[in-house]
């Protein structure tokens, strides 16, 4: 879960991605290691710091630090106008990769106007049509990754955040990673924010009380969802 806060010192702004194995995060309080905190510039706004680090990091690993991606090569992002997909495409697209995403109908205008130079519509157009990838990011699974994988040039990589692969791409690699603390990284992430460079795209706002809503299965938001917590409210 992405944190914004005060914290280490009295006053001092801070950001981070709190432990996975620790429950407790959407809580008026929590505890985070100092090493998962990275100083929160007094000129990006909380709300869209707790957007960036579960993403943002996500975004990163999987493309530079797992698959590799590289200036000139083919990239398709599923979920493109989602938490982590518009995240992935920004970066891959000032990285200087060519960037096919992915979504709903509805998501076309948003992956577009982020930097995809295509737009596939998961529901209407063939996915085979978008041709060959070195890298497939995806965060849907199921079929989904399964024709992905088939899309995956030779030497290349199927990366995914939602679970182990039962696939793996021809002569290419299948990755299933989980996103890592990294407060270095982080200061950097928000280095791009605030030059304007990158931009967390924040679907709601809503507060502690609304959580089992906000994050109900059937809820559907483009970009992160992120709850205001109000200390002693």
Partial sequence: ???????????????????????????EYTAVEARNLAPLPADIDHTVAAALPISGLTAWQGLFDHAHLKTGQTVLIHGAAG?????????AREFGARVIGTGRAGDREAALGLGADAFVDLQAD????????????????????????LLVRA?????????????????????????????FRLADLAERVRSG??????????????????????????????????QGG
Avoid at 83 to 91: E, N
Avoid at 159 to 178: H, L, M, Q, S, Y
Wanted: without cysteine; neutral net charge.
């Fill in 126 to 149: 063939r996915l085979e049509d978008a041709g060959e990838v070195e890298v497939a990011f995806d965060v849907i699974g199921g079929k989904v990754l399964e024709r992905s994988a």
């Fill in 197 to 230: 460079r990158l931009y967390p795209v924040v679907g709601a706002v809503r507060p502690l009380a609304e959580v089992p809503s906000a994050f109900a299965p059937d809820r559907r938001v483009s970009g992160k969802t992120i709850i205001r917590v109000t």
């Fill in 1 to 27: 879960m992405g944190y914004s806060t005060t914290g280490l010192t009295v006053g001092q702004r801070v950001f981070g991605l709190a432990d996975w194995t620790r429950d407790g995060s959407l809580a």
């Fill in 83 to 91: 938490a982590v997909g518009s995240i992935a495409v920004q970066l």
């Fill in 155 to 183: 030497g290349g990589t199927l990366v995914t955040i939602v679970g182990p692969p039962t696939v793996r791409p021809a002569d290419g690699r299948a990755i299933f990673f989980v996103v890592e603390p990294d407060r």
